[in-house]
């Protein structure tokens, strides 16, 4: 069996749930799984072996994979027979997330990666609302057993990626504007002097190596990446980040709480759900579909009838994919002939 290498930038550490289940269900399947936290300086994450399995994870920012993200990817050696699998967090279930993955896709291939597999999961939001407690129960629980399901894909060997249409590519890449905006904002972090204890937790954590104390004052370099980490989790909620600072989401989610207490019900979302997050049901109702073919059951889910069929455009994007990439591949095997 071969060995699986998992790289995650993860701002708020949801990401890097969702690789530690991975991991879990990976080694269930015995291989042996190493995870690489992304961030600075990328120049010491080490690359992986020949033939391992490669995970790349991240949370989307703004219809995009995070900017320090792609730095790493792009920095990585050319593969040696590495099969690839993506996996992404978003806060929103729309498909239009889905497109963040473009860019590291066409990087990987570049980098002669296979990319077999891709997965988008949810996680509550870092920013801008704080998700109940029932949604992010249901999130936890949804994500877990769809990094089971990726597992199991990789382990039978199968193949799955996402479709990115023409429309989503577009609005992603106007979004890449995030990345001048997270420069941007980031000139006006400050810290509240008043609120701070001085405990240095956001110098020490910072993935980006941007904040930094010279024992008396705060500062922040330009390499921001609005990761939320800072924000979220300042104990003494000092941090002021900009002009993102009336969204800002400060304290982290009680995780092994909420899905301890049982009285928080697993199907926060359901057919009765009214308002904004009705929008998600579509979400689950497809993922319910998928998992239902691998057996896989969340504890305490219903799992809710489709109002329609479900889209597996997964597979047909890809048969649709591995159909030109034949033709190519034909193609230059009659032009090497003809040499
Ligand atoms: C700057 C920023 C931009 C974000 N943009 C999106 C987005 O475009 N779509 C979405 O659904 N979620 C978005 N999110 C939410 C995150 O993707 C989500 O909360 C994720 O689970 C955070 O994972 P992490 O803790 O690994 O960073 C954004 C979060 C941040 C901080």
């Known amino acids: 069996m071969p060995n699986a290498i998992i790289y995650v930038f993860s701002g708020t550490y949801h990401t890097l749930k969702t690789a530690e289940m991975l991991k879990n269900h990976l080694e269930e399947g015995h291989?042996?799984?190493?995870?690489?936290?992304?961030?600075?300086?990328?120049?010491?994450?080490?690359?992986?072996?020949?033939?391992?399995?490669?995970?790349?994870?991240?949370?989307?920012?703004?219809?995009?994979?995070?900017?320090?993200?792609?730095?790493?990817?792009?920095?990585?050696?050319?593969?040696?027979?590495?099969?690839?699998?993506?996996?992404?967090?978003s806060g929103e279930p729309f498909h239009i997330n889905d497109a963040s993955s473009y860019k590291l896709y066409r990087m990987l291939l570049k980098k002669g990666y296979d990319v077999v597999q891709e997965l988008h999961m949810l996680m509550?939001?870092?920013?801008?609302?704080?998700?109940?407690?029932?949604?992010?129960?249901?999130?936890?629980?949804?994500?877990?057993?769809?990094?089971?399901?990726?597992?199991?894909?990789?382990?039978?060997?199968?193949?799955?990626?996402?479709?990115?249409?023409?429309?989503?590519?577009?609005?992603?890449?106007?979004?890449?504007?995030?990345?001048?905006?997270?420069?941007?904002?980031?000139?006006?972090?400050?810290?509240?002097?008043s609120k701070c204890t001085r405990c240095l937790k956001c110098v020490h954590s910072c993935p980006a190596l941007n904040i930094s104390f010279d024992g008396s004052r705060f500062h922040f370099a330009r390499s921001c990446t609005m990761c939320m980490r800072c924000a979220m989790y300042c104990p003494a909620d000092a941090m002021h980040i900009g002009l993102l600072q009336p969204f800002k989401v400060n304290g982290g989610y009680a995780f092994s709480r909420i899905l301890a207490d049982p009285e928080i019900p697993v199907d926060y979302v359901n057919p009765k759900t009214k308002g904004y997050f009705r929008l998600f049901r579509k979400f689950f109702v497809r993922a319910d579909a998928e998992l239902a073919a691998y057996g896989i059951t969340i504890p305490g889910h219903?799992?809710?009838?489709?109002?329609?069929?479900?889209?597996?455009?997964?597979?047909?994007?890809?048969?649709?994919?591995?159909?030109?990439?034949?033709?190519?591949?034909?193609?230059?095997?009659?032009?090497?002939?003809?040499?």
């Open 31 to 89: 291989i042996s799984v190493t995870i690489h936290e992304v961030c600075e300086p990328i120049s010491h994450i080490p690359a992986p072996a020949e033939g391992d399995i490669v995970g790349f994870g991240y949370p989307v920012h703004a219809f995009n994979a995070p900017q320090l993200f792609l730095r790493f990817v792009s920095s990585l050696p050319p593969a040696q027979h590495n099969r690839a699998f993506i996996f992404k967090t």
């Open 124 to 193: 509550p939001y870092n920013i801008l609302r704080r998700y109940p407690d029932g949604l992010v129960k249901q999130m936890v629980l949804y994500s877990d057993a769809q990094s089971r399901m990726l597992a199991m894909r990789l382990l039978n060997g199968e193949r799955a990626r996402l479709h990115y249409t023409l429309r989503h590519r577009l609005v992603s890449l106007i979004f890449r504007i995030e990345w001048f905006g997270a420069w941007f904002n980031g000139m006006f972090y400050r810290v509240d002097t």
């Open 302 to 339: 219903t799992p809710q009838p489709a109002a329609e069929p479900p889209e597996f455009e997964v597979f047909e994007a890809y048969q649709q994919e591995q159909a030109v990439g034949e033709q190519e591949q034909a193609g230059s095997a009659a032009a090497n002939l003809a040499e």
